[in-house]
């Protein structure tokens, strides 16, 4: 484990991996090594997630900058697992837990809403764009009188979603007023990164 850190410090999946074995042999009497150990796990817990999250962020990213919203999507949703059983199991409270679980259900509702509720925008969008290039203004007309409905439902989708990532965030504002030293490490945290797409914030917070 020692000569791990020392040698190896960047393989945190083998540091993880060593921690989680070292727990299931460590002497309960030993204070020191169990508080050694159960650093050094939430250092490499957090570590491994945040460069999934990392990869997940830019194979988004690449979805995105090819126009394939949808599969971008289902790559950040992919995500949403990050540090969750270590969220559940801290011991957080049963409040703060249900409001994760709401505000996560909410998070789902939105993400099985994307594709009906964006289709309609992108089909009007583009032939909005077509009757333009063509001159057609009676199309422009009848297309913008279209538009409108489906991008208001498109727009309050999003909203909702901002009103989900805000209540995240102050959860995770509550948690930190209580432990100030966890700074990005917590399930929360990697929740709203994934809707921000701010892949720079958790590298310049953590550890």
């Known amino acids: 484990m020692i000569l791990t850190l020392l ?22 009497s030993s204070p020191l090594l169990i508080s050694f150990v159960s650093r050094t796990r939430d250092v490499a817990e957090f570590n491994v ?13 690449e979805f995105l900058d090819k126009g ?16 969750r059983d270590e969220f559940f ?12 679980l709401l505000e996560t259900e909410k998070i789902n509702a939105i993400l099985a809403s994307y594709r009906d509720e964006s289709a309609p925008v992108g089909t009007i ?10 001159g057609n203004l009676a199309l422009v007309s009848d297309l913008n009188y279209r538009l409108t409905p489906a991008a208001n439902s498109f727009i309050r989708l999003r909203r909702s979603l901002v009103s989900t990532v805000n ?30 797409g701010d892949q720079e914030k958790i590298y310049r917070k953590g550890c």
């Open 167 to 196: 209540a995240i965030d102050k959860i995770m504002e509550e948690i930190r007023a209580d432990d100030p030293e966890i700074g990005d490490r917590n399930h929360l945290s990697f929740l709203s990164r994934l809707i921000h």
């Open 68 to 83: 394939d919203h949808i599969a971008a999507l289902q790559t950040y949703a992919g995500g949403m697992y990050l540090m």
């Open 89 to 100: 199991a801290a011991g957080y409270g049963a409040a703060i837990e249900n409001e994760v």
């Open 125 to 134: 969008s583009a032939e909005l764009a077509g009757a333009v290039n063509s």
């Open 49 to 61: 997630s945040r460069n999934r999250l990392k990869d997940i962020l830019e194979r988004g990213r």
């Open 7 to 28: 040698n190896d410090s960047d393989n945190s999946e083998k540091i993880l991996a060593l921690t989680r074995r070292l727990s299931e042999l460590e002497n309960e």
